[in-house]
């Protein structure tokens, strides 16, 4: 699968990273596993690490699905979602900029792109400075 999950359940925290080639079908069954986890809760801030991503499927459609899909879950209970991906390299800030586009129709959701996982992690409010230091600590999905 090109995607994977941890939770950081005392930090409301999730930690998505890609890997190869985004399918919009791996995404929906790693959000599925996700919505069904009991550690899973509305208003989690979501950090999606997109700098291992080698290619994606172009389906703007699927993904308007897909997003639709997230929205509900995210959304329940009136709550707002903090996104925050890490796009380093110029595939991944394209990819990104289709993602928060995606985005736009959801109240719930409020999205961002940084380049630098540093500024990421302080955007959440995380005291590490590198992916892989949360990544080797987080309860695994």
Not at 12 to 25: F, I, M, S, T
Not at 64 to 73: G, H, L, P, Y
Not at 100 to 115: G, I, K, N, T, Y
Request: hydrophobic share 45%.
């Amino acid at each position: 699968m090109s995607v994977s999950f941890r939770i950081f359940p005392d930090r409301g925290l999730v930690v998505v990273r890609y890997a190869g080639v985004l399918r919009l079908d791996d995404t929906k069954k790693a959000f599925a596993e996700y919505a069904r986890h009991p550690d899973c809760h509305p208003g989690q801030k979501q950090l999606v690490d997109l700098s291992g991503v080698t290619g994606y499927e172009a389906d703007f459609v699927k993904m308007m699905e897909v997003q639709a899909q997230k929205a509900d879950v995210f959304g329940n209970e009136g709550a707002e979602t903090l996104m925050v991906y890490v796009a380093p390299h110029k595939l991944a800030k394209d990819l990104a900029r289709l993602i928060l586009r995606s985005w736009e129709p959801f109240d719930s959701v409020v999205a961002l792109v940084q380049d630098d996982e540093a500024l990421a992690l302080e955007l959440l409010g995380q005291p590490e400075h590198e992916l892989d230091e949360l990544w080797t600590i987080a309860k695994d999905a």
